[in-house]
């Protein structure tokens, strides 16, 4: 008597839908939500409805394209990792040789 088993071999990727990588899909979720919230506004406001499905549909081509290229560009997480680049200095300056030079055992605590 033998058993299958079925190995997920997925495990350790990101997710992707349609080529939208790991975060990508929540950038582009949030900015659908907001479209949707821009188009109940400027139809609340008595724009014109074709106008608003155009200017909606226009904001969403752009979006769909921003944050795939986003997703291309920077892959899974390369976006955060360029960010966080930004924030490690370029130089540490230091005025004492304190810091080189070594910790004699009766300087430790």
Do not use: H
């Not at 495990?11 to 919230?37: H, R, S, T």
């Not at 955060?80 to 680049?85: E, H, Q, S, T």
């Amino acid at each position: 008597m033998s058993s299958v088993y079925r190995i997920n071999k997925g495990v350790n990727k990101p997710v992707e839908f349609k080529g939208f990588k790991a975060q990508y899909i929540w950038y582009l979720g949030a900015g659908l939500v907001l479209l949707l919230m821009g188009f109940a506004v400027l139809y609340i406001c008595g724009v014109n409805p074709a106008l608003c499905l155009g200017i909606i549909l226009l904001s969403g081509a752009g979006l769909f394209i921003y944050v795939g290229r986003m997703s291309r560009t920077y892959g899974a997480y390369g976006w955060m990792k360029k960010i966080a680049r930004k924030r490690v200095p370029k130089v540490i300056k230091s005025t004492s040789r304190r810091y080189f030079l070594p910790i004699s055992p009766s300087q430790k605590n």
